[in-house]
């Protein structure tokens, strides 16, 4: 038992697992990002906004579909993770809104992303470009 | 008993099974976007009429919608391929909601992107509303929260006509691509 407390509680208290995007066709300025946000730690965090230099501005969006229709809306205040929980950004529901490309985002490639968390403070993650026929 | 059961085989053989209800909503009857004229990404005029011999499908969406859109995109392409040699058979077609950003050059990279055989619409910008009014349909233009970029929240529904351009299904975007894809095989049996 101790040792298990020893363990997590120097395990960093947040980390990020099977973070990806779409690859994009030229001209196209946006693309969604979607990973797994894991808090091990004892105390909630929330993840406040995340930037990358390939891309001029990156918000957390939300996605809802309601009567039919589609519709897109700015998380405010961040995506709370609380204690020891897991959080999905993924297709069709909360999500990273990659806008302004600079360059069509390729198959195969790893982009820099960093996420700016209220307790965890910054940290890195590259996000995995997959083939748009392969990813729902 | 015997003769009961003659009686019961003369009467079911005299009315033929009901057709199952399509997984999609039936809507055949209906005629929406069958007398529109839009531009494809060529600059060329079409109209439902020229894809006949094809079941159609039509999808609304945009190039700079992230989520729903390539999302959907990516599950029609699966939905031709689950069909295989019957997927030649299929024709898709995105009409786009954001004429003003997506060029017809770049229209034409995304939807091919997801599926060489896709094909991109883009009415003028101010013929959208009409386009879109004539699928019964919305798309309205929303500001980021920064107001320096807008997205589009449109319709998501999938339009399906059959292989003489009838219209004859509608289904949500996240229906399940195998329900899809067998109610389009009962479409391709059919014609």
């Known amino acids: ?136 | 008993m015997r003769g009961i059961i003659i009686v019961l085989s003369v009467i079911f053989a005299a009315c033929a099974p009901p057709p199952l209800p399509f997984n999609a909503t039936e809507v055949t009857g209906v005629s929406y976007g069958t007398q529109l004229q839009i531009p494809d990404t060529q600059g060329k005029s079409r109209s439902l009429a020229d894809f006949s011999g094809k079941i159609t499908v039509v999808f609304f969406g945009f190039t700079s919608c992230p989520d729903v859109c390539p999302s959907t995109l990516m599950r029609l392409g699966q939905l031709r391929k689950s069909l295989g040699a019957d997927g030649a058979a299929v024709r898709v077609i995105l009409v786009t909601v954001d004429p003003e950003r997506d060029t017809a050059s770049r229209l034409d990279a995304y939807v091919k992107n997801f599926d060489p055989s896709f094909i991109g619409l883009r009415p003028e910008p101010a013929a959208l509303e009409s386009v879109v009014k004539a699928f019964h349909a919305i798309a309205v233009k929303v500001p980021t929260a920064d107001g320096t970029d807008y997205t589009i929240d449109h319709s998501s529904t999938i339009y399906v006509y059959d292989q003489n351009t009838r219209m004859r299904l509608i289904a949500q975007a996240d229906m399940p691509i195998e329900q899809l894809a067998a109610d389009l095989r009962r479409l391709i049996a059919d014609s």
């Open chain 1, 1 to 136: 038992m101790f040792v298990y407390v020893g363990i997590a509680s120097a395990a960093p208290s947040i980390q990020i697992e099977n973070a990806r995007t779409r690859s994009t066709a030229p001209g196209q300025t946006v693309s969604g990002g979607y990973m797994t946000l894991i808090n091990n730690g004892l105390t909630a965090d929330r993840l406040l906004s995340v930037s990358a230099s390939w891309a001029g501005m990156i918000e957390i969006h939300h996605t809802s579909m309601d009567g039919g229709v589609m519709r897109m809306r700015e998380v405010q205040g961040g995506v709370p993770i609380p204690a020891n929980s897991r959080v999905e950004l993924k297709p069709r529901g909360m999500h990273l809104m990659l806008m302004q490309l600079a360059a069509p985002l390729e198959a195969g490639r790893s982009m820099p992303l960093l996420l700016q968390f209220e307790k965890a403070g910054a940290v890195k993650v590259s996000l995995r470009v997959e083939a748009v026929g392969q990813m729902p």
